[in-house]
């Protein structure tokens, strides 16, 4: 298990436009070639919108995109009709396929956290295309056949136990809260990457919500 911790993420965005960015894997001017991917995940950001702020129209190829709103409420479009506004405990997942263009803003009057997730898809191109489930339970996990991943959700009270998903590629992200993870206190922001996890328990410390992804081994690489 190698644990990654909230300071360690690499800083990005545009703070001057009201946008505060945290990359768990190599991203942009933030490269390092031992850190580009685990399993099928290729990035898992934490972003942060001020009222306002935004990401202008952007493309995006071969890249399965999976988001995930903490607080706040996210307005999305694309360049294929699609306007949708994403909310804490909705999934909100486009298939960029062979190409799409998209924008990403927080039209309301609160702040914006959420964190988006991407990864590689086991073949590339394909038509876009575009899902939002609404409030997902804990008990329903959400599958990405396409890229051999499927995304848990769990929410934990304090001294509450949850089972791990075995898996050749594991990875746990906390989005609020404190877990018990094998022997390792993780908090808000922190993550792990588990290889061959089998029998893995996390214990909330405090009230706790955890993003966990099960992926059945590597992909081919993305053109994100």
Not at 16 to 27: R, Y
Not at 180 to 185: E, I, N, Q, S
Request: glycine letters at 12%; proline letters at 6%.
């Amino acid at each position: 298990m190698d644990v990654r911790r909230a300071t360690e993420r690499y800083r990005g965005g545009d703070p001057a436009a009201g946008i505060e960015s945290l990359h768990a894997f190599s991203f942009g001017p933030h490269y390092a070639p031992d850190n580009l991917r685990f399993g099928a995940l290729i990035a898992c950001n934490e972003e942060r919108l001020v009222p306002g702020a935004g990401f202008d129209e952007h493309p995006h190829s071969h890249t399965e995109i999976v988001t995930w709103v903490v607080e706040g409420e996210l307005t999305h479009r694309d360049s294929v009709g699609h306007v949708s506004v994403v909310r804490a405990g909705d999934v909100q997942r486009l298939s960029a396929a062979g190409g799409i263009r998209h924008t990403e803003r927080n039209d309301a009057d609160m702040p914006l956290v959420f964190v988006q997730m991407w990864l590689a898809p086991l073949k590339p191109g394909g038509d876009p295309a575009y899902e939002i489930v609404h409030g997902i339970a804990d008990s329903t996990p959400y599958a990405i056949p396409e890229a051999g991943a499927m995304l848990h959700v769990r929410r934990l009270a304090a001294g509450e136990r949850t089972a791990v998903p075995d898996g050749a590629y594991v990875y746990v992200h906390v989005v609020r809260g404190e877990v018990m993870l094998d022997g390792a206190v993780l908090g808000a922001g922190d993550a792990a990457r588990v290889t061959d996890a089998k029998g893995l328990e996390a214990a909330g410390a405090t009230e706790t919500e955890l993003l966990l992804w099960e992926m059945a081994g590597l992909t081919s690489p993305s053109g994100a």
